[in-house]
């Protein structure tokens, strides 16, 4: 099979898993073009890793990026984070003319669903199922939240941002008072949603045009199996994505969260990432390789419907927690457990990165004093 080589645009920690779920692919050859510095630059996963400045035109990215494709014979360029994509979209007429871009949502449909807000309201008006929602912006915007409908506890997020960032629970007035007067300054917008009973369940796929192409449903894994995560095919929580990628017309990766109502089993979308996630390996583990499949569809080559049955996903620390018991308790065995279905392989694979970033820990850590030898 011909080599296939893929150039990953910015480097924030996504970039390293997606480097490790496209080395699972023995033909595919992965570089990296980044204006940061990252203990991912020491992974053998990665055949080159260019560092540059950040420009302030962005036909001078464009440029680089021309020559970087041509010098490594990159087939593909992939966005890794939302500043990349919104980059990638805004110039793809001009990359299509020496490289394959993969499917994205148009800038439009981009900013609806990296906003909060906006998703919310493009939920309300097209009669989608999503948690009800009131916003102001900034924290002097008192009446917008104490006035609403809302009944607490409700929780409290800027309307643009990630990884949990800033979120707060806020089950009394009192408490809302308490965080709009130390966040007094803050100008941010905020949205409060209503909170909802139940657990976390996942969703994450590539689509085209609002169809989805391949998905995985992943939820936390239960004690008992000392697993990280599970993750399955179908269900009701795929058919609870479906009409909104369908009506808002989506393509592209994307991991949508959502909570199952404890009471009704409903489920109800609460945030969209348009972007890779941190669990991404559990998705390849599970034998759907979602950057080597978006590569496909930017080549315009068939992708094979994967099918998987329902897998226990093991982390590094889980997959060592695990062994660790099975040596002090030898007859507690857990069928769960298999070893094609944890990380930890990838990681004794390539353990420069993670070496690395464990030992700026500890310096940090005895540096201010937290950690005396």
């Not at 203990?39 to 950040?54: G, I, M």
């Not at 906003?115 to 309201?121: G, N, Q, Y």
């Not at 995560?229 to 609870?240: I, K, N, P, R, T």
């Not at 990628?245 to 949508?256: E, F, L």
Request: charged share 20%; glycine share 6%; proline share 6%.
């Amino acid at each position: 099979m011909p080599r296939l080589s893929v150039l990953l645009l910015e480097c924030p920690p996504l970039a390293y898993h997606m480097a490790a779920s496209l080395a699972q692919t023995p033909h595919v050859v992965v570089h990296c073009l980044s204006d940061e510095k990252s203990f991912a630059c020491l992974s053998r996963y990665f055949t080159s890793f260019l560092l540059h400045e950040r420009f302030a035109e962005p036909v001078d990215l464009l440029a680089l990026v021309k020559k970087v494709v041509v010098r490594t014979g990159a087939k593909v360029v992939l966005p890794v984070s939302e500043r990349s994509t919104r980059w990638l979209n805004q110039h793809r007429g001009a990359l299509e003319e020496f490289v394959a871009v993969p499917p994205l949502p148009s800038l439009e449909t981009f900013e609806i669903v990296s906003d909060k807000r906006r998703l919310w309201e493009f939920q309300r008006d097209h009669g989608l199922s999503g948690a009800p929602t009131v916003y102001a912006v900034g924290a002097r915007t008192r009446n917008a939240f104490e006035n609403s409908s809302l009944e607490y506890p409700l929780l409290l997020k800027p309307s643009v941002g990630q990884a949990s960032e800033g979120i707060m629970l806020i089950k009394t007035p009192d408490e809302l008072a308490a965080w709009k007067q130390s966040a007094r300054d803050d100008r941010r917008e905020y949205i409060a949603q209503k909170y909802i009973p139940g657990r976390d369940i996942d969703c994450s796929l590539l689509s085209q045009d609002g169809e989805i192409v391949v998905h995985t449903v992943q939820q936390h894994a239960s004690a008992e199996s000392g697993a990280t995560l599970e993750v399955f095919s179908g269900g009701e929580a795929l058919e609870a994505v479906r009409p909104l990628i369908r009506t808002i017309g989506y393509s592209g990766i994307a991991h949508i969260d959502m909570r199952q109502d404890a009471a009704d089993g409903g489920f109800t979308i609460v945030d969209f990432n348009p972007r890779f996630w941190a669990s991404l390996f559990s998705s390849t583990c599970a034998g759907v390789n979602f950057p080597y499949l978006w590569c496909q569809l930017a080549l315009k080559q068939p992708v094979a419907q994967p099918t998987f049955e329902r897998i226990h996903h093991y982390s590094s620390a889980a997959t060592l927690r695990h062994w660790v018991q099975r040596i002090l308790h030898p007859l507690g065995v857990r069928p769960e457990f298999k070893w094609k279905n944890s990380s930890l392989p990838s990681a004794l694979a390539d353990p420069l990165p993670l070496l690395a970033k464990a030992g700026a820990q500890l310096r940090r850590a005895i540096q201010s004093n937290r950690l005396t030898l």
